[in-house]
T-cell receptor, first 112, second 114 residues
Framework: SQTIHQWPATLVQPVGSPLSLECTVE??????LYWYRQAAGRGLQLLFY??????ISSEVPQNLSASRPQDRQFILSSKKLLLSDSGFYLC???????????FGNGTRLTVT | GNSVTQMEGPVTLSEEAFLTINCTYT??????LFWYVQYPGEGLQLLLK?????DKGSNKGFEATYRKETTSFHLEKGSVQVSDSAVYFC?????????????FGKGTKLSVKP
């Protein structure tokens, strides 16, 4: 069966520090991968998606970047965090069209 | 493009009450429809899905029927429990943009009191 791992679960970082959140998927090949941010415990905002190694599409301009160095690894990064980067970050993977998204457990990021 | 409208919350019910959370959509083609549940501090979990008109998705006592004539996918449960307290998201498959991303409603927070 397929599983998705996301870490760390919580993170507190000072403004201006770098960020690296990692997500890995097991039990499937060539998944579509996604990073979402959820603000104030509600609404989901799609940040990045990837359909293959090295292929990243950004949905919104921002202080963050994403990379996919391996087929089942998706990384969310920032060189310098802003206060506004605080939120709940969710990684997800998806199979064929019309199939559901499968989410990780999320990372609660607090920028102080 | 495809979009989904979900009833605003929060919704507060007593245990064993009947639950309805409304969801309507606009879409081109024949999207699949989903309900996700998010418990506090966790990621979203797929609750149920329906892939074509008149399909009924069901799981854990929750049900939703894909109604093409009313473009709706309302979530129902006959008798809620305190453990059902969570945020519920309606979603549909997109129109091909963002490589298969789902379009999500804004979520409805449900609180069930004992």
């Amino acid at each position: 069966s397929q599983t998705i791992h996301q870490w760390p679960a919580t993170l507190v970082q000072p403004v201006g520090s770098p960020l690296s959140l990692e997500c890995t998927v097991e039990g499937t090949s060539n998944p579509n991968l996604y990073w979402y941010r959820q603000a104030a415990g509600r609404g989901l905002q799609l940040l990045f998606y990837s359909v293959g190694i090295g292929q990243i599409s950004s949905e919104v301009p921002q202080n963050l970047s994403a990379s996919r160095p391996q087929d089942r690894q998706f990384i969310l990064s920032s060189k310098k965090l802003l206060l506004s980067d605080s939120g709940f970050y969710l990684c997800a993977w998806k199979g064929p069209i019309n199939s559901p998204l499968h989410f990780g457990n999320g990372t609660r990021l607090t920028v102080t | 493009g495809n979009s989904v409208t979900q009833m605003e919350g929060p919704v507060t019910l007593s245990e064993e009450a009947f639950l309805t959370i409304n969801c309507t959509y606009t879409a081109t083609g024949y999207p699949s429809l989903f309900w996700y549940v998010q418990y506090p501090g966790e990621g979203l979990q797929l609750l149920l899905k329906a892939t074509k008109a008149d399909d009924k998705g069901s799981n854990k006592g929750f049900e939703a029927t894909y109604r093409k004539e009313t473009t709706s996918f309302h979530l129902e449960k006959g008798s809620v429990q305190v453990s059902d307290s969570a945020v519920y998201f309606c979603a549909l498959s997109g129109d091909g943009g963002s490589q298969g991303n789902l379009i999500f409603g804004k979520g409805t927070k449900l609180s069930v009191k004992p």
